[in-house]
């Protein structure tokens, strides 16, 4: 079977990539519904302590009013405590222990120095003292059942027949030894000490708790609680219009929507559910699209870029539809909503990612309880983590997006708990755990944005700082091979940065690549002025257009060197169009005024190309030819900058170099002043005033 080339890979895919675009969609949309819960949406939503303003609600049919958790666990706890632990007697060990101590008796008695007559005696109280000990019980304290008294009542199991005491009429080891002292100390005839240490040996519990016996009676006394009280019956009214929702509405509302689901479930259409879910997700997904194409076509026409966005949306809708299913945890807000908006951000822009978690939050309501709540306390956090990180240019700045998020939430808490509780002191504030824990899990965004960068091949703002470091290995480089040509990028990076910030724009993009633009320049560094120190010009004894091509040659070394380090190709974009298809026109005018007779190819002197088609690379190109000419300057002054940065521009214009980077003329004169403004600040220019 023939196998299709690259070049021809490629083809098909921009050919099909409207079909490969629908499809994606497509499949995104079938994920998400098959993960969202497939049960019909209960309409009313409810409130503690707010007023019900919609109309009477009647029940359409009996259920019964479920007990709230609380009242659930009281039940438990209640009958928890009315179990007796179960202890079992191990009847052998009484005369195991007794045949014990008189062997060990036995072995002592001939180093001990006691008369022989009272062996007997001393065999008769031993056995006596254990006989008494063991048919009383010898246990060990449970602490489980020591909460409220150190003594609790018991249920010893003997043979299957069971008798009730309390701990109070048993013996510990310790209790036994100390009324084994005691009693010993009434026969003075013996030796006490001898005999006690003989008997201590023996005392063993033959009481032992029956933990499975006992938690089997636990799980069956605690499966028998009924988690329900009282019915409502059809026909009542549940609610009515007007009347404040407090607890014991609240629960009968609660109880309403679980009767409302689980008949849902039953007789529900599931076909309908599930198309009515389809539609939903099919036009958030479908606006998302829309916006992509009326407002980021660059995103929309790159399938790559449409395929994370939807892979992030879906994998987020799919975790908060697993932890409705599992109900673990129980608190939907310990999941990281604002992870998304972060991610999108940073790899894209703040449009986008407000678009997006807005509509994440909106198909999230649908399936989630207080889905009003949910969607205040959701597009909050996440417009103020869009905010937050509007221009990422530290890395601490995750953490105090981290603080900002978790403050928001708690101004929002802290508002919605007064609104429904109307008191300060009630307030669990073990409520408010699972946001904290929501907003330290957003911090999972870090590892996340480097994971995609790398699958993906975008570059997001964290990468650019890494690359604007001027430790980074290639600027090393370049400041060690060719100094001049380095003080000259971050020249031209502080210029084409506060331009581009005025005029709006990627001031990290347009600096790294301002930092990087002449990197090919490390290949041949003397042929360039700006490294030449001694006063030697190779171009002297070189021809004009090998000497042109030497110096155009600067920028396809500069893309083979920065794709050998792993640059971005946004990155290396700058490099190939800082200089458009523009001559070298020293070089081209010297040709034409040393050999006026000679045909000169006018190629051989212009730049490949292709010539600037962002903002950013126009901003460059212009503060790359600004920064270069007024080093040429011999008295700069206001006069001499003002003409220079106004003829370099013209220029520019007139060669048509920046008609593919939608700029404006507003935004050209505003650069213009920029450059001026801070060129007489390098030069020390003192402004007429």
């Known amino acids: 079977m023939a196998k299709l080339s690259t070049s021809r890979q490629k083809a098909l895919l921009r ?114 003292l254990l006989t008494e000990i063991y048919q009383t019980g ?115 509302l609660e109880s309403f929507k679980k009767a409302f689901e689980d008949n849902a479930r039953v007789n529900g259409n599931r076909n309908l559910v599930l198309l009515g879910q389809f539609f939903l997700v099919a036009i958030a997904i479908s606006l998302l699209m829309i916006f992509l194409y009326l407002f980021r076509k660059d995103i929309y026409a790159d399938n790559r870029l449409v395929s994370l966005i939807l892979l992030v949306i879906t994998t987020m809708l799919a975790t908060l539809s697993l932890a409705i299913k599992l109900q673990f945890p129980t608190n939907l807000y310990y999941i990281p909503y604002c992870i998304v908006p972060i991610i999108i951000r940073i790899l894209f822009d703040t449009r986008l990612a407000l678009n997006i978690h807005l509509l994440v939050v909106l198909i999230a309501g ?97 990468t650019l700082i890494e690359l604007t470091n001027t430790n980074a290995p290639l600027l090393r480089e370049l400041a060690f091979n060719a100094p001049g040509t380095f003080q000259h990028s971050l020249q031209v990076a502080n210029l084409a940065e506060n331009a581009i910030y005025a005029v709006g724009g990627n001031a990290l993009l347009v600096r790294a690549g301002a930092l990087y633009h002449d990197i090919g320049k490390m290949e041949n560094p003397l042929f360039f002025i700006e490294n030449q120190s001694s006063g030697f ?27 050998k380090s792993n640059l971005p190709e946004v990155v290396i974009d700058f490099i190939r169009t800082h200089h458009g298809n523009t001559r070298v026109d020293y070089f081209y005018q010297s040709s034409l005024k040393n050999f006026p007779e000679k045909f000169i190819n006018e190629n051989i002197f212009r730049y490949p190309g292709p010539i600037p088609f962002t903002k950013e690379g126009a901003v460059l190109m212009l503060a790359d030819s600004v920064e270069a000419a007024s080093r040429s300057l011999k008295e700069p002054d206001e006069e001499s900058i003002s003409v220079l940065v106004d003829r370099i521009v013209k220029y520019k214009l007139d060669q048509n170099q920046l008609k593919d980077s939608n700029i404006t003329l507003k935004d050209i004169e505003t650069i213009k002043a920029i450059f001026k403004r801070m060129l007489m600040s390098i030069y020390h220019v003192r402004i007429d005033y």
């Open 15 to 128: 050919k099909y990539a409207r079909n490969v675009k629908f499809l994606m969609m497509l499949i995104s949309i079938v994920l998400i519904v098959y993960f969202l819960p497939k049960q019909a949406k209960f309409s009313y939503e409810h409130e503690k302590g707010r007023i019900w303003n919609q109309k009477d609600l009647v029940s359409p049919y009996n259920f019964a009013i479920l007990k709230t958790p609380q009242e659930i666990m009281a039940d438990q706890k209640s009958a928890l405590e009315s179990i007796t632990p179960i202890y079992q007697l191990d009847a052998a060990m009484q005369n195991q222990q007794i045949d014990g101590f008189k062997a060990d008796l036995e072995i002592k008695w001939h180093n001990a120095g006691i008369n022989d007559k009272l062996k007997s005696k001393y065999i008769a109280v031993g056995t006596d």
């Open 138 to 252: 010898v246990f060990k304290p449970n602490a489980k059942y020591q909460q409220s008294s150190e003594n609790y009542p018991i249920r010893i199991l003997d043979k299957n027949v069971a008798t009730d005491k309390n701990t109070s009429e048993l013996f510990t080891k310790e209790k036994a030894q100390a009324y084994c002292d005691k009693v010993l100390s009434r026969h003075t005839d013996l030796d006490k000490a001898f005999l006690l240490d003989v008997i201590s040996n023996r005392l063993q519990n033959n009481l032992a708790y029956d933990n499975n016996l006992t938690s089997r009676l636990e799980k069956e006394v605690v499966d028998g609680l009924s988690v329900t009280r009282g019915m409502v019956q059809k026909g009542e009214v549940i609610v009515y219009k007007g009347s404040v929702v407090n607890d014991d509405v609240y629960q009968k």
């Open 366 to 462: 649908f399936f989630v309880p207080n889905s009003f709540e949910f969607a205040y306390y959701e597009i909050t956090a996440g417009m103020v983590s869009i905010y937050s990180i509007k221009n990422l240019v530290r890395r601490e700045q995750f953490l105090i997006s981290a603080v900002i998020i978790i403050f928001t939430y708690f101004v929002a808490f802290l508002g919605i708990t007064f609104i429904r509780e109307g008191d300060f002191l009630n307030i669990d504030w073990m409520d408010f755990l699972p946001f904290v824990v929501s907003v330290l899990l957003t911090l999972l965004a870090y590892p996340l944005i480097y994971l995609f960068e790398k699958v993906f091949a975008i570059t997001s703002e964290i």
């Open 537 to 563: 010009n190779p171009h002297d004894k070189l021809p004009y257009e090998e000497s042109a091509q030497i110096i155009i040659r600067h920028v396809s070394r500069g893309i083979e060197m920065a794709r």
